[in-house]
């Protein structure tokens, strides 16, 4: 039965790859675009008719602006790099929603939510283009399908352990379930989380500098966020880098970004 599961598993894996085209690298997904962007359309529409969109200030066309921007810049790095027609299925689109929570997200096919509670944090234009650089390269590295995929093999796998220690007692087959689910979560799914962040932001500090945006915004922008943050829970068990992580990475990573923006003719910044 073990080698039966084990079996699959490898099989399931190798036909679920896809190649993301800024690292070159294969990635866990077997969710196809045409099957979850719809999806994912739906309960972005959804969540705008439940919640208070912003409309006509300063603030809401600055996210649209920015937005628009970073993902026009995306697409001139794609085209450059090979990848004509990638983003043919995305409907991108940037909204602000009066919300006092320190937070942006993103969801499959390019949708993309700020809220108010961000800006103060922001600043300024090329604030919160790092911030939209962040979630735009989310949504191009397919971020949102990647989890999915591995919850559901996280699913697998409890299956898996229940089948293998089915002839255990009631009480070994709780301590098993419960190790798998502690394990899983602090081994697999939180690391797989903290990569996507930082994929993201190796990503998005790249396409903001094509935009035209300083990438040394990047640093900067999480000292600010770490000051903001107050206590939080070690890396290990948090679903994203610490702050401390990040401005060491982004700011790192600076100097790249600016080369790989004058590529494209982009020798100044704001």
């Given at each position: 039965m073990r080698k039966i599961w084990l079996s699959f598993f490898l099989l399931f894996f190798v036909l679920s790859c896809k190649t993301n085209p800024f690292t070159g690298k294969s990635t866990l997904n077997f969710h196809s675009n045409s099957?979850?962007?719809?999806?994912?359309?739906q309960q972005y529409d959804e969540f705008l008719k439940e919640n208070k969109v912003v409309t006509g200030t300063a603030d809401a066309q600055t996210v649209k602006k920015v937005g628009q921007?970073?993902?026009n810049a995306a697409e001139r790095w794609l085209n450059a790099n090979g990848y004509e027609g990638y983003l043919k299925d995305y409907k991108w689109e940037y909204n602000l929603v009066r919300d006092d929570q320190v937070n942006a997200w993103c969801m499959p096919g390019g949708?993309?939510?700020?809220?108010?509670?961000?800006?103060?944090?922001?600043?300024?234009?090329?604030?919160?283009?790092?911030?939209m650089g962040h979630e735009v390269a989310h949504a191009l590295a397919d971020h949102g399908a990647q989890r999915m995929s591995a919850g559901t093999l996280q699913q697998l796998?409890?299956?898996?352990?229940?089948?293998?220690?089915?002839?255990?007692?009631?009480?070994?087959?709780?301590?098993?379930?419960q190790a798998y689910g502690v394990g899983s979560q602090v081994g697999v799914m939180l690391p797989f989380s903290r990569k996507h962040e930082n994929e993201a932001d190796a990503i998005g500090i790249e396409i903001m500098a094509i935009a035209g945006y300083d990438p040394g915004e990047a640093a900067r922008l999480w000292q600010r966020m770490k000051?903001?943050?107050?206590?939080t829970p070690p890396e290990i068990l948090s679903t994203h880098p610490?702050?401390?992580?990040r401005i060491r990475n982004l700011t790192q990573?600076?100097?790249?970004?600016?080369?790989?923006?004058?590529?494209?003719?982009?020798?100044?910044f704001q």
């Open positions: 099957s979850i962007f719809p999806m994912a359309f921007r970073i993902a949708k993309i939510v700020v809220y108010t509670g961000l800006l103060p944090i922001t600043r300024t234009e090329t604030g919160l283009a790092v911030v796998g409890a299956v898996g352990v229940a089948v293998a220690t089915s002839g255990k007692s009631a009480q070994a087959q709780q301590v098993w379930a000051a903001n943050a107050g206590q610490s702050s401390d992580t990573l600076a100097p790249a970004a600016r080369a790989e923006a004058r590529k494209f003719g982009v020798t100044s």
